[in-house]
């Protein structure tokens, strides 16, 4: 129960299961749109692998996973900052230095390989515009609907607001609840988590906010009912988990699958079940360690997976051998720009908060 007491005093410690999930999901989405790449699915299709694509497109599920993820880590790193004497805008601070170098390198890697793509097809890249340059590297394309570089931000942008959300909420809830500070929190993330999923569709323009808060709320309330408050929570927590479920999938059996990950993430978070049992492996622990980067990193191989089209045909190789190739080769990239971009982001954190580096805070 060490873990269980150092997290319950503010202190972060590594959780394996967090790695892993946050890997085995970064992949599905990966395979999810690799096989969505028209000229794999297409022969696929005829080859005979019709049944793959259904096994395949579960792994979409995985999105909203990743913001529960999201919801659970957040909640963890912000302990330290229910003292008083922390700022919460400096919390926000950081969460921004941690993830906006590996969002501008996504930014880059993308228009490099297009402008490699259509060297190579003869043709001019497509560029942009200041105002798309100025609001893909603010977070804000959606809300001036405008052109999103990569595919996958649009999960960004979201996340972005969703830290400015708890960030308010964790605000109002110490300024006005005097005791039983983590109980209050997770009534408020209850309601508004279930607020979210039934009027989440009527509420939304076009960026999916609310129907995302639905899984981030439940990530948070998770990480609360195993670490903060009593195990009575923890039913409450499986019934929020199963209506999460509406906004992103009809009652089908990606419902039932869902409810089913969401029933043993829970119970594998807990510190007294799931935790003093699992041991990750070095597979999956390079598989979370390289997650973020490969999220971004592999859209713009699935955008132009046709230049993959063209040199498989002139090389004759074997179609099957492309979708692996679209799902393994950005796992390379990931690889390099973490080892790289890690160093970037302790020069940043040394530099911008030397004294909290310095001290471990």
């Given at each position: ?14 959780i ?16 999810t ?8 699915s ?16 579960t792994?979409?599920?995985w ?22 004497k ?23 890697f993308?228009i ?28 804000t ?24 959300a ?39 323009t ?51 699958l ?5 029933i ?71 690889y ?11 020069f ?14």
């Amino acid at each position: 129960m060490k873990q269980a007491e150092s997290m319950a005093n503010g202190h972060r410690e590594w959780i394996p299961l967090l790695d892993a999930i946050r890997g085995l999901a970064v992949l599905g989405v990966v395979m999810t749109h690799a096989y969505g790449a028209s000229w794999i699915s297409d022969r696929y299709d005829k080859a005979g692998f019709s049944g793959f694509a259904q096994v395949v497109g579960t792994a979409v599920l995985w999105i909203p996973i990743l913001f529960w993820l999201s919801g659970f880590v957040i909640m963890m790193v912000m302990q330290p900052y229910f003292d008083a004497k922390r700022s919460l805008w400096s919390f926000f601070q950081r969460r921004m230095i941690r993830i906006t170098p590996t969002w501008w390198f996504g930014i880059a890697f993308s228009i490099c390989v297009s402008i490699v793509t259509a060297a190579l097809h003869k043709q001019l890249p497509r560029g942009m515009s200041p105002i798309e340059w100025l609001t893909n590297l603010t977070y804000t394309p959606f809300i001036f609907k405008q052109y999103t570089e990569v595919g996958v931000g649009w999960t960004l942008f979201i996340e972005v607001q969703l830290y400015l959300a708890i960030i308010a909420i964790v605000y109002i809830v110490k300024r006005f609840a005097t005791n039983n500070i983590h109980g209050v929190l997770a009534a408020v993330l209850m309601l508004t988590g279930l607020a979210s999923v039934f009027f989440g569709n009527r509420l939304d323009t076009g960026t999916w906010f609310t129907s995302s808060w639905a899984w981030f709320a439940l990530g948070s309330l998770n990480y609360l009912a195993s670490y903060k408050l009593t195990a009575a929570w923890y039913p409450v927590v499986l019934a929020a988990g199963m209506l999460a479920t509406q906004p992103w999938t009809a009652l089908t059996h990606l419902s039932v699958l869902t409810i089913l990950i969401l029933i043993a993430i829970t119970i594998a978070f807990h510190p007294a079940i799931g935790q003093r049992h699992f041991k990750l492996g070095k597979s999956l622990t390079f598989l979370g360690d390289i997650s973020y980067p490969y999220y971004l990193l592999h859209m713009p191989f699935v955008r132009h997976s046709n230049l993959f089209a063209t040199v498989f045909e002139r090389l004759h190789l074997p179609f099957w051998l492309a979708y692996p190739v679209v799902v393994l080769l950005p796992m390379a990239f990931a690889y390099i720009a973490k080892r790289w971009l890690d160093r970037g982001d302790k020069f940043l954190m040394s530099k911008l908060f030397p004294r909290k580096v310095a001290s471990g805070k």
